[in-house]
Structure formats: C-alpha cells, structure tokens
C-alpha cells in the first residue's frame, strides 16, 4: 500500500524563520511539506529528504524518457507518415496487450 502524501502548509518567511525547528521536525516526520513566501509570493519549499530524493528520481525518469523521445524522432526523421501511423498503431497496441495481460489475470482469480 502507498503512503499517504504530507499535506502542504503554507507559511510566511518570517514565520518559517521563527518556528524553523518546529517545521524541520514536522517535515522530517512525514506531516507536512511547507510552501515558503515572501510577500505572497512562494518563493521555496521545505521537504523531506525522502520527497528530495523522489524528486530526483522522477527528474532523472523524465530526463531518460525525453532522451528515448529524441533518440525515435532521429530514427523516423526521413520516413513516410503512413509509416509512423502504422508504427505507432502497433507498438499502442503492443502496450494495450501488456498492460491487459496482467488485469486478465487479476481477474480470473
């Protein structure tokens, strides 16, 4: 089962600066994440290092599916768009059938 996300807080700079200790504990526990403005306008955030790290994972994913994205557009760059629609119509329904396979599956139980 997945955890629950923290709720996010917003706070103040001032007040942020002035409880710092209490909003580290409350983060490092997993109940808040907090949302840093100066004058209204959010300028930083407070998250817990666990959150920092799904965030540089999700950075790096993002990163590698953009190089994969690149890397087809360079190998399809000189052929036919009736081709690309067939490619591309096999491969969504390559994916359709994987993903169908194991809810198949879960089902029959």
Known sequence: MREREPLTQTMKASEARQQFSQVLNKVFRGQTRVLVEKSGIPVAAIVSAQDLERLRQLDAQRAERFKVIDEMRAAFADAPEEELERELDQALSEVRAEQAGP?????RR
């Open 103 to 107: 809810q198949r599956a879960r089902t």
